[in-house]
C-alpha cells in the first residue's frame, strides 16, 4: 500500500515560511491577478490565490476583464502593472480564450515580474538551468513533493504524461537538470503517444497531467513507483453539496495498492501551486527591493 504524499502538510510549512519572512518586508508585496471571462474553474483558483496571499500579508490586485476583452486591453492592463512600481508579482489565469492571446499576455509581462514564469525569458532561463529567473509553480511544487518522498532520482526513469506549457513541459526540464536534485532519464507521453502503458509501466516516477479522469489504472503502474497526480476534474455528483466532486487522472483507489508513493485529489499538487505562487511573489518582491 502507497505512502500518501500530503500537498496539504507540505505546503502549510512553505506557507509558514513565507508568512514570516513577509513580517520582516518594509511594504507589502503585491500580487496582481487579471481573469479574462467567469469560467468557474479560475474563478476558484484566483479566489483561491487571492485568499491565501492575504492571509500571508501579502497584498492583491485583482483585475477582472469580460471574456470578450480585446487583446489590445489584456495587453494594457499588463502594462500599466509592469509600470506601476507598487507591484511586485503578475499572474494572468489561464486559459484565456485563444492560445495565440495567452502567449502574447504571457510575453507581455515584465519578465522581473513574472510570478508563474510562462515568459519566454523565464522559460529560457529554465532551459538554461539558471537561478536568475522564475519557475512555473506547479512543476516546482511537485518537485517539492517528490523530494518529501527521500527518494533519489538520479538516473531514473521519470515519464510525464502531458505536454502543456504550465505543467508537462516545465517538469519534464526540472527532472532533467544537472543538478543535485534531478538527473533523471525522462520521458514525455502525450494524447497522440501510441500505448501509454508501455512507457507508465516502466516508471519509477510516473506524473500525470493531462485533466481526463481515469487515465492511469493499477495495471499502468510499476510496482513501488512515485505517482504524482496533477489532474484535477469535476466529476457530476449529487450526493455532494455542491453537486460534483474532484478527481484526479489516476485511479487512486487501485493504484495505491501498487504505487510506493502516491499524491492524493484534493489535497496534494493543488496546494502546493499556491505556496510556490506565495514563494515566488515573495521572490519578486525581494529581487526589487534590493535593484
Ligand atoms: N491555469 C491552470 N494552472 C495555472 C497556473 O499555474 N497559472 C496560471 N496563470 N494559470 C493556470
Do not use: W
Not at 508501455?198 to 485533466?211: E, F, H, K, T
Amino acid at each position: 500500500m502507497a505512502n500518501i504524499i500530503d500537498g496539504k502538510i507540505i505546503s502549510r510549512k512553505i506557507l509558514d515560511e513565507v508568512k514570516s519572512s513577509v513580517k520582516l518586508c518594509s511594504r507589502p508585496p503585491c500580487a496582481a491577478f487579471i481573469r479574462v471571462g467567469d469560467d468557474p474553474a479560475s474563478v476558484i483558483y484566483v479566489n483561491q490565490k487571492q485568499k491565501i496571499a492575504r492571509e500571508l500579508g501579502i497584498d492583491t490586485f485583482p483585475i477582472l476583464l469580460p471574456l470578450h476583452a480585446q487583446g489590445k486591453e489584456i495587453l494594457n492592463a499588463i502594462h500599466s502593472l509592469n509600470e506601476n512600481p507598487e507591484v511586485d508579482g503578475i499572474l494572468v489565469q489561464a486559459p484565456l480564450p485563444t492560445m495565440a492571446l495567452q502567449r502574447a499576455a504571457f510575453s507581455a509581462i515584465d519578465p522581473s515580474k513574472d510570478i508563474d514564469g510562462f515568459h519566454p525569458q523565464n522559460l529560457g532561463l529554465l532551459c538554461q538551468e539558471s537561478d536568475d529567473g522564475f519557475l512555473p509553480c506547479t512543476p516546482l511544487g511537485i518537485m517539492e513533493l517528490i523530494r518529501s518522498t527521500g527518494v533519489d532520482l538520479t538516473g531514473k526513469h521519470a515519464v510525464v504524461i502531458g505536454r502543456s506549457l504550465i505543467v508537462g513541459k516545465p517538469v519534464g526540464l526540472l527532472l532533467l537538470q544537472k543538478k543535485e536534485f534531478a538527473n533523471a532519464t525522462v520521458t514525455f507521453c502525450h494524447s497522440k503517444t501510441k500505448d501509454i502503458a508501455r512507457y507508465s509501466r516502466d516508471a519509477d516516477l510516473l506524473i500525470v497531467a493531462v485533466g481526463r479522469p481515469g487515465t492511469i489504472r493499477a495495471d499502468m503502474v510499476k510496482p513501488g513507483a512515485v505517482v504524482i497526480d496533477v489532474g484535477i476534474n469535476r466529476i457530476p455528483d449529487d450526493r455532494r453539496e455542491k453537486g460534483y466532486r474532484i478527481e484526479g487522472d489516476v485511479d487512486f483507489e487501485n493504484v495505491r495498492e501498487v504505487a510506493g508513493f502516491i499524491t492524493p485529489v484534493p489535497g496534494g499538487v493543488g496546494p502546493m501551486t499556491i505556496a510556490m505562487l506565495m514563494k515566488n511573489t515573495l521572490l519578486a518582491y525581494q529581487r526589487h527591493a534590493h535593484r
